[in-house]
């Protein structure tokens, strides 16, 4: 049972710089979220793409992109990256829009000095 | 959108005793109120759920309670364990709208054997 896959596990980057984040839904999961976690505090909603569409978005940086591939896995593109992006970013994926069942991914740390 | 607190944020209980974190929130059209559980370095898992249509849910040693009126849910440990200490999480979500979901800031609960 593969569940939700993020990749890297982890990453450092320096201040200024970019990095890319990807996601593996669950097979037969199009619903697609991003969230962001600071210092094991709350989970801050990013983004949520549903069948290769942006649905909602929140707290997503305008440096910061999303896109949903035509096989759903998605990828968070970060440029001009700053100290306080230094976080924790998951990943989580439903059925279909409206579905709140979400399986989450194990994150990605991203530091940046 | 949606607004959802959580208190307490830290919790100490001794062991087999039990455990209660609250939740309020906003947007009267929320219907689906999960909790997660979140161990240090781990993604948050869902433990238990909890939809409108209903007013009391309970699973192995865990029970959630809704109430639609004062906008409030709560969670319930019985019999606490030293393997429960870890983060929790509340959310609310519209499960006919986007499905996104918004959490609480979280409560960090030690079991002290």
């Known amino acids: 049972d593969s569940g939700v896959v993020q990749s890297p596990r982890h990453i450092i980057k320096e201040k200024g710089g970019r990095s890319v984040l990807t996601c593996i839904p669950i097979s037969g999961h199009s619903n697609v979220v991003w969230y962001q976690q600071t210092l094991g505090k709350e989970l801050k909603f990013l983004i949520q793409h549903y069948e290769k569409v942006e649905r909602d978005k929140g707290f997503l940086p305008s440096r910061f992109s999303v896109q949903q591939f035509d096989d759903y896995h998605s990828e968070m593109n970060m440029s001009a990256l700053e100290l306080e992006d230094s976080a924790m970013y998951f990943c989580a994926s439903s059925l279909f829009q409206g579905n709140s069942d979400y399986t989450f991914g194990s994150g990605t740390r991203l530091l940046v000095i | 959108g949606e607004q959802v607190e959580q208190l307490p944020s830290i919790l100490r209980v001794q062991e087999g005793s039990s455990a209660s974190i609250n939740c309020t929130y906003e947007n009267s059209a929320s219907n689906y109120f999960p909790w997660y559980k979140q161990e240090p370095g781990e993604n948050p898992k869902l433990i238990i759920d909890?939809?409108?249509?209903?007013e009391r849910k309970q699973t192995q040693g865990l029970i959630v309670l809704l109430d639609k009126k004062a906008k409030r849910f709560s969670l319930h440990i019985t019999d606490t364990q030293p393997g429960d200490s870890a983060m929790y999480f509340c959310a609310a979500s519209v499960n006919t709208n986007t499905g996104k979901l918004t959490f609480g800031d979280g409560t960090v609960l030690t079991v002290k054997p």
């Open positions: 909890i939809r409108s249509n209903m």
